[in-house]
């Protein structure tokens, strides 16, 4: 196996980085990278983000940055970070802190020149890992043990490090979905358990960002059940979650049988119907985007749920009509997951024949040329047109197509 500085030196030898190393380390000051970075590359993942450390204050940062040709943008300066782009690549170089007070939510810091002090107030010892331009790696809370062994375990007491900002014992169980193996870490599960009061306070918007990421971790299915055991994943997402059905859709994704797309994964978890997705969205503070790849979801299946049987491709083109086809199919999905294998495989031929469905290709523009007036029944007919060719089979020839669009034009019309 190699050693962990031979997995890390191609991570120095990316010649942008070599370049802000070099700008960032001279004359007293020095830089480090910390983080996801380092623990990415060391357990051989595609590193994205890469994070810095400095000495340098701020504006000793941009000052150099400037220098050398880069490009500092101050987006996050209260806080001592400086996004300096280097040959259209991003770096967040951040000042070394130290945390003066805090609060469950957020922190008081004032900089420092300590690279140990920086890195024992981050939240989990596999996050602490640093990097020093020579190539030498720095871990000052065994997290190269913890990768090892696949462990997430928090740095120091892990309730006191809840306590500092309670949005950690989300973190802990997404990071725990993405590199942990096995049950989860005691001590970090016990005072996760102990402080789930403390999620209350913080803000929707991380709540759902956190969330979002854990879905779609490998292990997800493992972790939420591991959640919901301890009374965790209810006051998450405000309802009651489909733990089985869950399961089951992403063991299927595993597979590659099925996305691993976020918003699909919430409507797995917590939607049997429109209420579902309207608390959903208010609970995270979901956008508009997911907020309707949600609900449309959640109105399909209300439209097919619930029955004997499933319903021919027809009715379900209708309701694609309405609600979109990728809402339709997801509701498919979500069905099968929990069906028999007859009933599955019946579903995956409604999901193939929704696919093969091809375009209604008349236009407003077409309905003007044939003399209907502009105005709600150019609208009305086109809509007419449309149900009748679902109910045709969906004929793909334009001729076709234009014939039933003649034929609802000729009954709307006004005489």
Not at 297 to 323: C, D, F, K, M, N
């Amino acid at each position: 196996m190699t050693s962990p500085e031979h997995r890390l030196a191609p991570l120095l030898a990316r010649e942008e980085i070599a370049a802000l190393m070099a700008a960032l380390n001279r004359d007293g000051e020095e830089a480090r990278i910390v983080g996801g970075a380092v623990r990415n590359a060391l357990l051989g993942e595609d590193v994205a983000d890469i994070d810095i450390a400095t000495t340098a204050l701020p504006e000793e940062t941009v000052r150099r940055a400037k220098a050398a040709g880069f490009k500092p943008v101050p987006t996050g300066i209260e806080h001592g970070t400086i996004t300096v782009v280097v040959s259209g690549m991003p770096f967040e170089v951040t000042t070394l802190r130290r945390d003066v007070e805090t609060d469950g939510r957020h922190a008081v810091v004032a900089f420092g020149r300590d690279f140990r002090e920086d890195a024992l107030r981050r939240d989990f010892t596999i996050n602490a890992l640093g990097l020093d331009a020579a190539g030498r790696l720095h871990d000052y809370a065994g997290g190269l043990a913890d990768l090892a062994a696949r462990r997430v375990r928090f740095i120091g007491q892990a309730r006191e490090r809840i306590a500092e900002d309670y949005l950690r014992i989300l973190r802990f169980f997404r990071f725990h979905a993405r590199y942990g193996a096995g049950e989860p870490d005691k001590a970090a599960f016990d005072a996760c358990t102990e402080g789930r009061a403390g999620l209350g306070g913080l803000s929707r918007e991380r709540v759902r960002a956190e969330l979002l990421k854990l879905l779609a971790a490998p292990r997800a299915a493992a972790t939420l059940r591991a959640m919901a055991g301890a009374g965790l994943l209810v006051p998450v997402i405000g309802g009651v979650p489909q733990l089985s059905r869950f399961e089951a859709v992403a063991a299927d994704g595993e597979k590659g049988g099925d996305r691993v797309h976020p918003d699909f994964r919430l409507a797995a978890l917590a939607v049997l119907t429109r209420e579902d997705a309207t608390r959903l969205r208010e609970k995270l503070r979901l956008s508009n985007a997911e907020s309707g790849r949600i609900e449309a979801i959640a109105l399909a299946l209300e439209a097919i749920a619930g029955r004997e049987s499933l319903p021919a491709l027809a009715e379900l083109r209708e309701t694609a009509h309405r609600v979109g086809t990728d809402a339709v199919a997801a509701a498919l999905v979500l069905l099968n997951a929990t069906a028999g294998a007859a009933r599955a495989e019946e579903g995956q031929a409604l999901i193939a024949g929704l696919g093969q469905t091809p375009r209604f290709l008349p236009s407003g523009k077409d309905l003007l040329a044939l003399g209907v007036a502009a105005g709600p029944l150019l609208g009305q007919v086109l809509e007419q047109a449309r149900r009748d060719w679902i109910a045709a089979g969906c004929p793909a020839g334009r001729d076709e197509q234009m014939a039933l669009v003649a034929k609802a034009a000729a009954v709307l019309s006004p005489a």
